[in-house]
């Protein structure tokens, strides 16, 4: 259609003259028509993100309810991210969706080549966040900054798991032997106690505790961020002081990030336990060769059995040893 037509057909469909405009994606952007209420887009697998978002905010522009219907061919296959990209626009349809769809359009597509000319990229193999975070430690070791060459600890305790574990999905048996456990901990049996054993719990943020999924996201990665003890704690102190005394996951939880922080500080890469032993493997070799830190010949002993108290066990054992700027 040539300028004039296309205006003559715009202007008598503002005017009402008729209800149904047949047309491109030419309608994308720039174009308000508070009365029209309802769109249909035909092979909604086809378009991206930021289109899909663009195309739909042309209805709902007015105090009428607004519809807008996605098809999809009856026959064809749907490829994996034409779903995803699909269900981004359904499930971010309140009020301020706008940044969600960015974001969630910047992690499907990539961020692309930042020094050349290539609008898509690699970042959903990572995540944008952590993207950032390598992104923001090449750029510092370039520059010879000495945060960049800062080290990473891995803690993993055997008597400690990860995960959302939901109370509600246990059998009558689990929900048992959990009630006259202490305090979400799983409750041991004489034999095992007598054989050394430690009791469990499962270090998480429980969804009974923050409901809110994007607020304990965010908290998650606030805690996997903190590069001090300090933070953690602060991090800690403002969940108890929003949510409520913290529940043993979540104690467990914030304990962790914590014993990673001070491991960190005295370049100790993994704390690991192995029943009651504990093994804590430096970055470098200490003067005698050592990798591990050891008491004498010997790896350092817990007595604790519940698991809180023995990461209070493991905290203080971490305390005694010289941190990198001793």
């Given at each position: 259609?040539?300028?004039?037509?296309?205006?003559?057909v715009?202007?008598?469909?503002?005017?009402?003259?008729?209800?149904?405009l047949?047309?491109?994606?030419?309608i994308?952007?720039?174009?308000?028509?508070?009365?029209c209420?309802?769109?249909?887009?035909?092979?909604?697998?086809?378009?991206?993100?930021?289109?899909?978002?663009?195309?739909?905010?042309?209805?709902g522009?007015?105090?009428?309810?607004?519809?807008?219907?996605?098809?999809?061919?009856?026959?064809?296959?749907?490829?994996?991210?034409?779903?995803?990209?699909?269900?981004?626009?359904r499930?971010h349809?309140?009020?301020?969706?706008g940044?969600?769809?960015?974001?969630?359009?910047?992690?499907?597509?990539?961020?692309?080549?930042?020094?050349?000319?290539?609008q898509?990229?690699?970042i959903?193999?990572?995540?944008?966040?952590?993207?950032?975070?390598?992104?923001?430690?090449?750029?510092?070791?370039?520059?010879?900054?000495?945060?960049?060459?800062?080290?990473?600890?891995?803690?993993?305790?055997?008597?400690?798991?990860?995960?959302?574990?939901?109370?509600?999905?246990?059998?009558?048996?689990?929900?048992?032997?959990?009630?006259a456990?202490?305090?979400?901990?799983?409750?041991l049996?004489e034999?095992?106690?007598?054989?050394?054993?430690?009791?469990?719990?499962v270090?998480?943020?429980?969804?009974?505790?923050?409901?809110?999924?994007?607020?304990?996201?965010?908290?998650?990665?606030?805690?996997?961020?903190?590069?001090t003890?300090?933070?953690?704690?602060?991090i800690?102190?403002?969940?108890?002081?929003?949510?409520?005394?913290l529940?043993?996951?979540?104690?467990?939880?914030?304990?962790?990030?914590?014993?990673r922080?001070?491991?960190?500080?005295?370049?100790?890469?993994?704390?690991?336990?192995?029943?009651?032993?504990?093994?804590?493997?430096?970055?470098?070799?200490?003067?005698?060769?050592?990798?591990?830190?050891?008491?004498?010949?010997?790896?350092?002993?817990?007595?604790?059995?519940?698991p809180?108290?023995r990461?209070?066990?493991?905290?203080q054992?971490?305390?005694?040893?010289?941190?990198?700027?001793?």
């Amino acid at each position: 259609m040539d300028e004039a037509e296309l205006e003559d057909v715009m202007t008598r469909f503002v005017a009402g003259e008729f209800d149904v405009l047949v047309c491109t994606t030419i309608i994308e952007t720039g174009l308000d028509i508070p009365n029209c209420n309802t769109l249909i887009i035909e092979g909604a697998d086809r378009f991206g993100l930021a289109q899909l978002y663009q195309l739909r905010g042309r209805v709902g522009r007015f105090n009428r309810q607004a519809y807008a219907y996605l098809l999809l061919h009856k026959h064809a296959s749907m490829l994996d991210p034409a779903r995803r990209r699909l269900s981004a626009i359904r499930q971010h349809n309140q009020l301020g969706a706008g940044f969600r769809i960015a974001m969630r359009d910047l992690e499907l597509r990539g961020v692309g080549n930042l020094l050349g000319r290539e609008q898509s990229g690699h970042i959903a193999g990572v995540g944008f966040d952590l993207y950032c975070q390598l992104l923001r430690q090449s750029v510092a070791r370039m520059k010879g900054d000495p945060a960049a060459r800062a080290i990473r600890a891995e803690v993993r305790l055997d008597f400690v798991r990860f995960g959302g574990i939901s109370f509600a999905e246990e059998t009558a048996e689990e929900e048992s032997e959990r009630e006259a456990a202490w305090d979400g901990y799983r409750v041991l049996r004489e034999e095992e106690l007598d054989a050394g054993r430690c009791a469990e719990v499962v270090a998480t943020l429980p969804p009974e505790y923050i409901g809110d999924t994007r607020l304990r996201i965010e908290i998650f990665r606030k805690l996997a961020m903190a590069a001090t003890a300090e933070e953690v704690r602060t991090i800690a102190e403002e969940m108890a002081d929003r949510f409520g005394k913290l529940p043993a996951g979540a104690a467990a939880f914030v304990a962790l990030g914590e014993l990673r922080c001070l491991a960190e500080e005295r370049g100790i890469v993994q704390v690991e336990t192995e029943g009651s032993r504990l093994k804590c493997k430096r970055a470098f070799p200490a003067k005698d060769g050592s990798t591990y830190v050891k008491i004498g010949a010997n790896f350092p002993r817990l007595t604790r059995k519940r698991p809180l108290e023995r990461i209070r066990e493991i905290k203080q054992f971490l305390l005694r040893q010289p941190t990198l700027h001793a």
